[in-house]
């Protein structure tokens, strides 16, 4: 059975650094899946931050763009995130997503916390 685990998640102080992973297991095909970052604030929707295709293209939500970075790892079927400059305002449970055509796989999510 395909499983997501995000890992990386903490408490830091604006302006700081931390690195999310995302491990799957049980999939077949990672290279083909679209792997995606999304993260849910209290009392907000889930929104998507950033995403990378197949082929690495990435795109990012205004909001992160110049401070997120989103990278793979075929070989060991892991995804990052690299959050520098974090704000306040990026406190949330950020969630992993692989999905392919009408597959769609979540992790459980971890929690940042953003605060001095």
């Known amino acids: 059975q395909v499983q997501l685990v995000e890992s990386g998640g903490g408490l830091v102080q604006p302006g700081g650094s931390l690195r999310l992973s995302c491990t799957a297991s049980?999939?077949?095909?990672?290279?083909?899946?679209?792997m995606a970052w999304y993260r849910q604030a209290p009392t907000k929707q889930r929104e998507l931050v950033a995403r990378?295709?197949?082929?690495?293209?990435?795109d990012y939500t205004d909001s992160v763009k110049g401070r997120f970075t989103v990278s793979r790892d075929n070989t060991k079927k892991e995804m990052y995130l690299q959050m520098n400059s974090l704000e306040t305002e990026d406190t949330a449970v950020y969630y992993c997503?692989?999905?392919?055509?009408?597959?769609?796989?979540w992790g459980q999510g971890t929690q940042v916390t953003v605060s001095s």
């Open positions: 997503n692989a999905a392919r055509g009408e597959l769609s796989f």
């Open positions: 049980g999939m077949r095909g990672f290279t083909s899946m679209y």
């Open positions: 990378i295709a197949p082929n690495n293209f990435k």
